[in-house]
């Protein structure tokens, strides 16, 4: 269902370019990017640490970002 609404999937533990690039044409189309800076669930529910280069990735994107949680998806 991800990638049948426009999620680009990210490979991890690595840098993963493709991905960036996706990201990056979708919101030179306009199109709403959302991203998940921890990049799995947690088994309690409990904020995990975000990925390294995180906040790299929000600045390259140079768009608003809205900071939002998704409560008891664990």
Known sequence: IV???GGVPKKK???D???VR???KWRDLGC?????P???TTWD??????VDGIEKLVQ????????????NAH
Do not use: C, Q, T, Y
Request: no cysteine.
């Open 22 to 24: 996706n990201l990056k």
């Open 3 to 5: 990638r049948w609404s």
């Open 17 to 19: 370019l493709k991905a």
């Open 38 to 40: 921890e990049g799995e």
């Open 45 to 50: 529910g409990r904020l995990a640490p975000f």
């Open 32 to 36: 709403a990017v959302g991203l998940f």
């Open 60 to 71: 390259l994107m140079d768009a608003p970002v809205l900071p939002v949680r998704i409560h």
């Open 13 to 15: 533990f690595v840098n």
